[in-house]
């Protein structure tokens, strides 16, 4: 009699699903990892895309490409759209089921406008690649525009750039912002000077990076400040259109939004019929099953826990260590041992980028502040990239841009769908 | 009493019309260069953007960071729509005009289809960046849709590639798709296999490389049979849609197809309100001017002239010599000299690859085949692109993917209006 191997489903090819895939290489099990892109991306720099100081490939990898030597693994480019925990079958687009015996959903989460979703067209987020070269395009656009525009105060608005949320993607955006716009239109355009730029950072809550302790918080304000952003702190967003952005009082005028406020989690608690909490994560125990259901975990985003009375944070090493640690369990479990062991979260520490020059990092027993933070930070991120190759790449982009000040991507690419050709029937048939 | 200096309108910033702006750089002359798109294209390597080898920033640079340093150049992101001979106006799409005192028309060529347009949906052609991220999507997705696909015949279909012409792009392209799709499914797909892929290359005259010296033609298609290639010579298509392309008798079926066939000019002459050759292009005098216009240039694919009896080939390297020449005209009137000195052309050479490791190079005197001509044709392009880092990223990204066999920007990337979010509105303000 031969048995049937058993069957990984991963939902979701970012940092929590990879990681899970990758710990179960040696697992007597089939993986399968299903995504509805065919790349992983490293999140963390895609505001280096959206600011034209990486291009899209130095930050992102065909998962089949990352999954290549391991044999176990197989990778369906799919978008699912439900769970039938009664038949342990993902439900796919197409109507095709995918069978499980285990299933990890590590579906992230999507920028959320806190009910008011018509602002998405005038303050795009920033989760994917067509995200980054969308915003890439839209700011760049803006410098073409004022080159070409004659009224003081149009000129003036696209000129304006302003970022709503001031977590880490904020400040990285807001300071990349300006230092790009700086460089763009330092003695390349006729009619726009450098001191026309504003760069205007909003928040709801009283200071920058909250989740950060508050000595780094007012670094980071201060270090803004001197980068030449505006800060607009207790300012909650209570307008957007095209012309400009009403925060209380006050308004103002930009033709350039970018949202980095709030994200809300994919629709896996819709999945699996339970509720979700307030930002939609499913609440898991403390071995990140969903309660009720023995052979289903969420990871990443997308799902809620605490650790030592805290709530493990949004963030990519906490994603990585619950892959893990469910591979684990799920390696653990193949071989007969249902012991309980819980998730134990280490915090790997804060970071985030202040323009090109200065940064915060603070890894809980040591902080850093300014330029040594700057190359911590970029140390860091670099090791954690897939390939060598991108390592070269990105370490070369970096020392590029910091000793030339040039960011060389700065191509405004338009759609496959302005171009006429829509080329997508393919996957229709 | 100041008078204005006199200003040259480049409408184009390809090989000729970037050659033009840069050999004006010490007139005392006014030099403004109009294109639609932000950035200059590097187009004789797009052909690796769309099959994974390189990524778009490899190969495309702002055309204001090309001309940062040159003071007397201004540049303007517009569409141009036609030209005021009578006024010496160039009218933009907004109505707006650019007044000149010397026009210099380097607007390129576009995809013809002979009177077939509704196959452009169907056959996209290799002309922008766009074109190239679309061309690699299709082929991508042709290779995850055949992986899901359970019905032979539609299967057998998505595996086979078609390339229509065989001139130096479509031997580019079809060699370097069926690269591609082996190193693709070499080991990274569960049911799909190499040796299901077909690549085919069909060209209605009775040789490939049918302006190349016939050893090298000869060459040529033995070494494309030899990578895999089918190559269907005197094979004229007369009709293609989503199920496949049909030439003669033969009908096969594909759901990629890629026009590599022909090209007709833009619309130059139109604007100038003259005739069109064939092509579309327009006719000018041994000095390149149009004739009856003594201050309208025109240049590269966009220009018909013959050298020595003979057609000049729409290549760079003539575009470039048309660009330069055409400067050092406007140059010498400057200071008064008018005299006439004809256009000279030299023929650079003729060179194809072939796959990655064979290719033909013919520099009249010596010709090379085989990995001699594939390591000149190597350097020859690296040399020829625009920056140092530019250089060493492609040279890092041809070793890599030489000695590993990688093709690492395998991105499936949608447009932006396929995210939801119609981003070009600021354009239009």
């Not at 205007?200 to 950060?212: W, Y």
């Not at 957007?240 to 005028?253: A, Q, T």
């Not at 134990?344 to 520490?349: C, E, L, P, W």
Request: include cysteine; glycine fraction near 10%.
């Amino acid at each position: 009699m031969t048995s049937r191997k058993h069957r990984v489903v991963i939902v979701g090819a970012g940092f929590g699903g990879m990681a899970a895939a990758k710990a179960l290489k040696s697992a007597d099990a089939e993986v399968v990892v299903i995504d509805r892109r065919n790349h992983h991306l490293f999140q963390p720099l895609l505001y280096q895309v959206a600011t034209a100081a990486l291009s899209p490939s130095e930050i992102a990898w065909p998962i089949r490409h990352i999954l290549r030597s391991q044999e176990n693994a197989h990778v369906l480019m799919a978008t699912v759209t439900g769970v039938d925990t009664g038949a342990s079958e993902v439900v796919l687009e197409d109507g095709t089921r995918e069978a499980y015996d285990s299933l990890i959903l590590a579906t992230g989460a999507q920028h959320a406008y806190f009910g008011h979703d018509e602002w998405e067209k005038y303050a795009p987020g920033l989760k994917t690649l067509e995200d980054a070269t969308a915003i890439r395009r839209k700011l760049l656009l803006a410098f073409e525009a004022a080159e070409r525009e004659n009224d003081p105060e149009k000129r003036k608005a696209l000129l304006t750039f302003a970022v709503i949320g001031a977590g880490p993607t904020g400040v990285e955006l807001a300071g990349a912002i300006i230092e790009l716009g700086r460089i763009s239109l330092k003695n390349q355009f006729t009619h726009i000077k450098p001191e026309e730029l504003r760069v205007v950072l909003i928040e709801a809550a009283g200071k920058v990076l909250g989740n950060f302790r508050p000595a780094l918080s007012d670094y980071t304000l201060s270090a803004l400040n001197k980068l030449g952003v505006e800060v607009e702190l207790g300012s909650a967003v209570v307008h957007i259109d095209d012309e400009g952005v009403r925060c209380g009082v006050k308004y103002l005028p930009t033709r350039t939004v970018i949202w980095a406020a709030g994200v809300s989690a994919s629709p896996a608690a819709k999945w699996l019929g339970i509720e979700g909490d307030r930002a939609g994560r499913v609440q898991v125990g403390d071995d990140l099953r969903v309660p009720g259901m023995d052979n289903v975990f969420v990871i990443g985003d997308v799902a809620s826990t605490t650790f030592n009375g805290k709530p493990v944070p949004g963030v990519a090493p906490a994603a990585k260590q619950m892959g893990a640690y469910v591979a684990g369990v799920i390696n653990r479990r193949l071989v007969g041992d249902r012991r309980h062991v819980p998730f134990n979260y280490k915090h790997a520490g804060d970071l985030a980028t202040i323009g090109k020059r200065s940064a915060v990092t603070d890894f809980g027993k040591v902080v850093f502040t300014g330029w040594v933070a700057w190359w911590l930070w970029c140390i860091a991120h670099v090791y954690f990239l897939v390939e060598i190759k991108t390592r070269i790449f990105v370490t070369i982009s970096w020392l590029w841009t910091h000793f030339t000040g040039q960011r060389s991507n700065r191509l405004i690419v338009h759609g496959a769908a302005e171009t006429k050709k829509p080329l997508e029937e393919v996957t229709e048939k």
